[in-house]
């Protein structure tokens, strides 16, 4: 049978059996297939089930189940895994290829192996087919089982001649924790009737939604910046395999139709291949004639890109694959009323399936397209054969673990760098072994490192379907000087000892026995977490409110060691705790937080405060609360959930905005209010916010809860939002048809901007005078202030990356981006950007932790 009739044989019976007063309709998978040659020993996802797929949502172990079942019962069927997700579910792929290519895995990854060495490639063509990123985008993960099904039991020749010459890979769900939550959802919801009002439960989900993981993060916006567990083990999987194509399966809003790539053509990253674009486009002619056959309406070109490379789709296209979007009508349940008639549960499914087969046709009648493409991509890429070579001197500075942080993400990326075996110098500024890398340019994974470390401000379409820009120097907070060469004997691949606890394999804190303190240089990353373990288990410890200096001797040298305003100090001396516990207290904390710790004989320093000043200030033990829930943002609230959990192990509650009128605020230290509109909460709830702080609690807030706050009474500082800033925006003499750009102009979709920042305020203790942050919101504070409060400001040039019209600029210049505003006993933290964005700006992320720490006892 031929792929058409095949096709239209399913579309048939899946489309035409879905009804709308009657209990959601079979799939007829079978039925469908009845006239093509099966092996009868693979059980269809029907029989496996016990009732027509589609019918119910599945959970992501009735997937793994299934998959399992085909790798049983089928040769050409095996499974591969990406990892766990958070919530330990595994994260099975579908290896399927033919008997002989099942035997030769092996051979084939060896092979696959070498492709960005630029030899020339042999084995198959490898295709990758992944579905469902976003948990509630469910039709993607139930195609890819019926398709699984039908490669594993087909007899059709060009079936067998597909799987003779290629490996394909499926991936049915690349979110199992939040697929999980949304099957739940649907299912719960789901009558024997069906009701496709969309204000019905079934199709709206309650807070949060499936779209996110554990952590209520985008997956699909990770696949740079790697911050989860799943995204990790996805692009392990990737380069292990380095497909020559990637088919990534979503859904979109309800009442649009169908979307493949290629996307909008102006909106393509400048670094993606030419070539790329032309593959994409042939690609195309398949999904058009197999949708066409459908009957099935789409589009192309439009609304979406190929613009951001942390994306599922986009992420293949800077490493040598062609990545291919699709994008299909959700029904967020069984059956959704939209402008184009109802979306069918059934509809989706049958869709993916039908482009799932167009991807491995076109695909495999672009064979040798796609394996010279992607060869020629690292052909020229291979390092030259010199003694020095030209590339990037990298800093954190005074922070190994932000520069460990950027290390982690080279190595899962498979970018090259060295360490150094000795300092450099480079215009005055000394690049340590401690906390500085090279990387050079020329190397395989040279056009995903320029893409990590691009900056622009010009771009021939201003619209953008994500951000505009994700410069890694501006989210790490990283000094990196460009072309250098450095001599090849200061270079080494292997990893540099620089750290003391690493080289003290001693289980006894190391420390001189006449010290009378220990002292932290505020300035390393892990010290927030270092401090809380410290303080929870009942050890005095205390911040500088300036910063100090101490003479020590090393190998008969007298050396100056600087501390910044903020660090930390552990008096040896203390009430309830011997000298010997308070040592080994704080060396095994020092050990797990792998933070560099300075013993002092005296409490008298070089400059500054003495160890006794009243300017060391006793941190108190925090309880943070965050307002989550509906009516705030899931994915910011996910983001300082995994920040305070996984990077702090500081146990936070998430209460919904809904309870805060019924709450006892006052076990709570802090509160954190993220974007969001907050409307379940009211004016008692701001009575009780307000009352909070003025008997000592800090509330944090960032972007959209600034203006609650403000309405209510709660900040004094006054707030300039959207409404404000729209005014600065002329529509004077615009055509109709201009009303796309000019909204485009006033959307800030996510630019790097630069804050100027008063290192002196306990709000900024460790950061340094500039700090670069995501806008990605009209918003800021109004210049006048009270005295005292303003932590930093925009710069008077602020744009360092990105797009951002001018009226922006102009308008955010010098105006407050951070403040703290005192009442009574308590403080509120005013922030006008997410100073974490995704969790990988860690350039300014110590925020958080100065405002849990230092802002509580501030003056």
């Not at 493409?373 to 673990?401: C, H, T, W």
């Not at 911040?543 to 200096?549: G, H, L, M, Y």
């Not at 460790?766 to 303003?790: D, W």
């Amino acid at each position: 049978m031929t792929f058409i009739r095949l096709l239209c044989l399913l579309l048939t019976s899946l489309i035409l059996s879905a009804s709308l007063s009657a209990q959601p309709a079979p799939s007829k998978l079978d039925l469908a297939m009845g006239n093509i040659q099966l092996d009868k020993n693979v059980t269809s996802p029907e029989a496996f089930l016990g009732y027509p797929l589609g019918e119910w949502h599945l959970r992501h172990d009735q997937i793994n189940f299934y998959l399992k079942t085909l790798a049983n019962q089928s040769p050409r069927v095996s499974l591969d895994s990406a990892g766990l997700s958070h919530e330990a579910r595994d994260q099975l792929t579908a290896v399927i290829t033919s008997d002989k290519n099942q035997r030769n895995l092996i051979q084939i990854l060896q092979q696959r192996s070498q492709v960005k060495q630029g030899t020339s490639q042999q084995g198959p063509l490898v295709i990758w087919l992944a579905y469902s990123i976003h948990g509630d985008e469910a039709s993607g993960a139930h195609a890819a089982l019926a398709f699984s099904y039908y490669l594993a039991a087909s007899q059709e020749p060009w079936v067998k001649q597909l799987l003779e010459q290629a490996v394909v890979l499926i991936t049915p769900s690349q979110n199992p924790d939040g697929f999980d939550r949304f099957a739940t959802w649907a299912n719960n919801h789901q009558g024997q009737t069906l009701v496709t009002d969309e204000n019905h439960r079934e199709h709206w989900q309650d807070w949060p939604t499936g779209r996110g993981n554990h952590y209520f993060a985008d997956l699909n916006r990770d696949w740079l910046f790697l911050r989860h567990k799943e995204s990790q083990g996805r692009v392990a999987f990737f380069h292990k395999w380095q497909p020559h194509y990637v088919g990534d399966f979503h859904e979109m809003w309800h009442n649009q139709s169908y979307f493949f790539q290629p996307g909008v053509v102006d909106r393509i990253y400048p670094l993606t291949p030419k070539a790329n674009h032309e593959l994409t486009e042939k690609l195309a002619d398949f999904h058009r004639k197999a949708l066409d056959e459908a009957k099935q309406v789409y589009f192309s070109g439009q609304l979406f890109d190929d613009f951001f490379y942390g994306k599922g789709s986009t992420y293949p296209d800077i490493n040598g694959s062609v990545g291919v979007l699709f994008e299909q009508a959700s029904a967020r349940g069984q059956a959704q009323a939209s402008a184009n008639g109802t979306v069918t549960f059934q509809t989706g499914i049958a869709n993916h399936f039908a482009t799932s087969i167009s991807s491995v046709q076109g695909a495999f009648a672009l064979k040798q397209a796609l394996i010279d493409y992607q060869a020629e991509f690292f052909s020229d890429k291979q390092p030259e054969d010199q003694v020095r070579s030209k590339g990037r001197l990298i800093r954190a500075l005074n922070d190994p673990a932000r520069r460990d942080e950027l290390i982690n993400l080279f190595s899962q990326h498979h970018i090259q760098f060295n360490y150094l075996t000795k300092s450099l110098f480079h215009s005055g500024q000394e690049y340590r072994p401690l906390d500085s890398i090279f990387v050079a340019d020329n190397q395989p994974q040279q056009a995903l490192l320029s893409a990590l470390f691009d900056k622009r401000t010009d771009f021939k379409d201003p619209t953008f379907y994500d951000i505009s820009t994700w410069d890694i120097e501006s989210a790490l907070g990283l000094n990196v000087v460009p072309n250098v060469t450095p001599d090849i004997d200061v270079l080494t691949s292997r990893p540099m000892q620089y750290h003391q606890l690493k080289l003290n394999n001693s289980a006894a804190p190391p420390w001189p026995q006449n010290s009378v303190a220990l002292l932290v240089n505020w300035q390393q990353s892990p010290a927030s977490g270092f401090v809380h373990q410290l303080v929870a288990k009942g050890v005095q410890v205390k911040f500088a409110n300036q910063e100090f200096s101490l003479q020590q001797t090393q190998n008969d040298q007298t050396i100056q060691k600087k501390f910044v305003a903020g660090s930390i100090q552990i008096p040896l001396k203390q009430t309830g705790k011997s000298i010997a516990e308070v040592r080994q207290l704080t060396w095994e904390a020092a050990t797990q937080w792998q933070v560099d710790v300075i013993a002092t004989t005296s409490s008298a320093n070089f400059t500054g405060i003495d160890l006794g000043s009243d300017d060391f200030i006793t941190i108190k033990p925090v309880v943070p609360m965050i307002i989550s829930g509906y009516g705030s943002d899931a994915f910011e609230v996910g983001e300082i959930w995994y920040h305070l959990d996984k990077k702090l192990s500081v146990p936070v509650s998430l209460v919904n905005a809904e309870r805060i009128n019924d709450l006892d605020l006052s076990r709570y230290t802090h509160v954190f209010m993220t974007e969001g509109h907050f409307s379940s909460m009211n004016d008692i709830s701001a009575r009780k916010l307000g009352q909070f702080v003025q008997n000592g609690g800090v509330i944090i807030a960032q972007k959209a809860a600034l203006t609650w706050l403000n309405k209510r009474n709660v900040l004094t500082q006054e707030v300039q939002t959207e409404r404000y800033y729209s005014k600065l925006f002329n529509s004077d003499g615009l055509r109709f048809s201009d009303q796309a750009a000019f909204k485009a102009k006033q959307h800030i979709g996510g630019a790097i901007v630069n804050l100027a920042v008063d290192s002196s305020h306990p709000l900024t203790f460790g950061m340094p005078s500039t700090v670069a942050v995501m806008k990605n919101k009209p918003l800021a504070f109004e210049t006048h202030s009270a005295p005292f409060t303003v932590a930093g400001q925009y710069q008077d040039k602020l744009l360092s990356s990105g797009y951002m019209a001018q009226e922006y600029q102009r308008a955010f210049a010098n105006k407050p981006a951070m403040i703290v505003e005192r009442k009574g006993k308590g403080a509120i933290v005013g922030l006008a950007d997410n100073m974490m964005f995704r969790n990988i700006w860690l350039g300014s992320d110590k925020v958080y932790a100065n405002a849990l720490y230092f802002i509580q006892a501030a003056p």
